[in-house]
DNA sequence: AGGAGTGCGCTTTTT
DNA sequence: GCGCACTCCT
């Protein structure tokens, strides 16, 4: 038996052996761009079932993105179903036909796969709450049942909002709802409590973000629902204070495999180390029997820190585990043969990367040939930046070498970038496809009638109630709904059960009860079909029976087509989902939808060029990418410009895009820019084209035009820096390079170092980081803090 | 109660 | 330049 397993090494290096057959302990896989990891993933799971006879039931295999968790399931089925073939049919997989090979796949998911757990943190933990959320005993009495809604980022600043202004009487121009809520969500994902951010809190507005998550966190309990944050810091609590259900957790997953581990926040990191080790303190662990931990990721690809992910954790995984492993060196796998691009951009990338400093050592190293140089394409404004892109594509078409739009990527820093862009693609009539932008389950249209199912399965949930009371237009008003509020809050009563009583509502509110009334006669009439039919057929009842449908009808402008178009996508998503579940129910819907994203539903263009933010380009391979606006201030972004660690988060993002060109690269930059519909500015070309050696680019030069737009940090605004020597510098190679020696250069720093800042004034170095050329300050300024500084590029000079 | 008009503020966004 | 959120007007 075990010899006919052996086709799980056969496409496999010696490192992604090593990987797949791991079994007992804790394993991290540093994996390249372009590495194999996926496969390596998928390889291993095959390998836990067939070779070491794991029964999927107790396997947990976590990932970030639908996308990734569904690629995985997919391809693990493939593996697993070619193993079947020969058995079944006596013929190897490759030469079965379409239809065979998609009966066996969908038997393999349907019974081999069944109890394996793959999907997102958010989706399987979400999954473990509905089981126990009822178990959860909060230390302020707060509840919660395994009805609850699930928030998105909307939803949820609308309660912000709401506490913020109505409950805590603050100005919501001070007190930004989507500033609090930024700072409640990085608290949850830094598995804080309000309790202790209040101990933490060091002025006014520490105070107040405490104690609006507090307040917050009663209201979502209110509602019966949850935000994405909650759907795994509840869990980490939950795990903590219930013995019986962590064991029961811990006992069932008993090989649990993380991807991206470097895009974990500690909350995610909690939740991974409570269920592998059963112990809240993970230092009593030891048993690894039949048992293990195995995360993939690259450092060096880690660019989603502004979400609270922290790559440390990845750094740190030797250490988290050390004191229970028997071998030490073999925790560490690095996958660093790439099947993806040219030695040229590989090597690009390398020297790139080289400049961050923290970071775990790796290379890249090229299977293929040098292929060609790095373009770089220097223009006057944006508009030529896109004509000459446009250009390019046209060339490159003509001249036959890549006779395909769809082997052709643009990536930009920001999403304003692409309007230009896609105004020259217009013209020259190249077909394009965008990604991202507005979500489906975004829309308008999409988001009222997910409330209208969310209030018949959870009346409790208010934020939904109050969008669709008066939608379509019932009559009534904000008076009026105010007035029930108050009479819910002063009575403690929930808000449907006020105005499911009629007698009372009539003497309260007198004569727009009357929409009022139409509207509970609506829901009472609706929730009796939550039980006897699927989401699909309530869909369709509600947009009926509501008039929301005969509204859109009514209208007929183009705008209304388009939205009963995506009412119906969503009735046919909802078929599908019942389709795709035995057990499948209205929640069950709820929660997928509030969990997916459309990037996978989304109709392409067929054969186009993609237009993406480089964030969205991570994962994915090109054989010709474009990465433009390679500017001081746009890439890097003017907020990381003078804050080491954001740089390197910056550079990262610059090897990611990189690293997604199978055969060219080209860099774009203008010289100068228009930036917020304001007048055009002279640019710096971007430090990163420094960075990487001129012998592996090819291109006309950058000129300097002397600039780069930076936030001021005392005024909040958008200013133009000048640099006086940068104007003297013309074409020349070494026009970049020399704008950087800044003017620190070759002064060695201490620690306990006096020196003055151009902007925070005096202060003495507290900590350095890093070594040689490559170091960072830590400055400490009398009242205005500590930061972080490169003083190689920081406006100061040393001072005794 | 709801539509038109004005002013402000601006990165990236797996779920 | 553009979206949005809030205000004022009807």
Redesign the pocket.
Known sequence: MSQSNNYLFESLNKEQQIAVSHFNGPLLVVAGAGSGKTKALTHRIANLIENNKVNPYNILAVT????AAREMRERLEIILAKALSDDRFGQPWSTLCEFDQNQLRAEISREKLKNLWIG?F??LFSRLLRFDIEKYQDLEGLSWNNKFSIYD?TDSQTLI?EIITQEMNLD?KQYVPKKIKWAISNAKNQCLTFKQLEENSENNMDRIIADAYKRYKTALSKNNALD?DDLLLLPVLLLKQNEEVRSYWHNRFKHILVD?YQ?TNRTQYELIKLITTGETDSNEFSNWQNRSIFVVGDADQSI?S??A?DFRILIGFKDDFKNNLKDNNNSIVKLEDNYRSTSNILNAANCLIQNNTERIEKVLRSTKNNGELLKLISCDDEISEAEAITSKLKTLNNLNIDPKWKNFAILY????QSRVIEESLVRWRIPYTIF?GLRFYDRREIKDAIAYLRVLVNTADNVSLLRII?VP?R??????IQKLNEISNRLNIPLWEVINDKESLVATIGR?SKGIDQFTKLMNELSCFLVNSGPAKLLQLILEKSGYLNELIMSGTDESDERRNNLQELINAATQYEEENEDANTEGFLANAA?T?D?DTKKNIPNSVTLM?L??SKGLEFQNVFITGLEQGLFP?Y??VDNPS?LEEERRLFYVGLTRAKERIFMSQARERRL???MREPTIPSIFLSEIPEELIDGELPQSSGAYIRRDLHL?RLTRVDRGESNTINNSKNAVRRLYSGPSKGAKWAIGDKLIHAKFGKGEIIHIFGRDEKISIAVKFGDKGSKILDPRLAPIRSIN
Do not use: C, M, Q, V
């Open positions: 970030f993105t639908n996308k997102t958010h989706s980022e909002k919501p994405f991206e895009d989603y502004f979400r992910a820093r920001t999403r304003a991202g008066n237009r009559g009534i008003g904000k008076t009026s727009t969990l994203t990037n933010t964030h969205n972004s907020r990381s954001l917020w519909g304001g909040g």
